[in-house]
């Protein structure tokens, strides 16, 4: 009786596996795409964090972190914050940029480097000589073409 009870919980176990790694496997491909979607939306939703947080904000951050809030002709309301504030990120976005370009740079593939001309001249004899210049042009012509559509023949 125990044998057949733990047969069962075996299968059971078995069965409930199998269904998660279909699982996983039907949202392996949507982890995949959500994570490739948020590396190519990063650098917006930083910025558009970085805008609500100054949005939400903006009153403290006029009080006590603007540099014209001395000058109230110039309604800064705290503008001067948020500019620095986005060039900061932009400029950590260019520093995680500048390694990835240096390596790019040190990883130069010589096959796609066009090969340096010769010194040396070459001179073409024989039949490259007497060749005419759309010889090419000439091979391509087909004058063994079928003059007559063929027709089957009707009942």
């Given at each position: 009786m125990n044998s057949e009870?733990?047969?069962?919980i075996r299968y059971f176990l078995i069965g409930q596996y199998a269904l998660l790694c279909v699982g996983?496997?039907?949202?392996?491909?949507?982890?995949?795409?959500?994570?490739?979607?948020?590396?190519l939306l990063n650098p917006l939703v930083l910025k558009v964090g970085v805008l609500m947080y100054w949005k939400y904000n903006q009153r403290v951050i006029t009080q006590t972190l603007c540099e014209n809030k001395s000058k109230p002709q110039l309604k800064c309301n705290g503008k001067c914050q948020l500019k620095k504030q986005l060039q900061q990120v932009s400029e950590d976005k260019e520093s995680e940029k500048a390694p990835l370009v240096q390596v790019f740079k040190l990883l130069k593939i010589d096959q796609f480097i066009p090969a340096r001309k010769t010194a040396i001249p070459v001179q073409f004899t024989g039949a490259f000589q007497t060749a005419s210049p759309n010889a090419y042009v000439e091979t391509l012509y087909c004058v063994n073409f079928i003059k007559n559509i063929f027709h089957p023949p009707q009942v």
């Open positions: 009870k733990s047969t069962t996983l496997f039907l949202m392996k491909r949507q982890l995949l795409s959500s994570i490739l979607l948020l590396a």
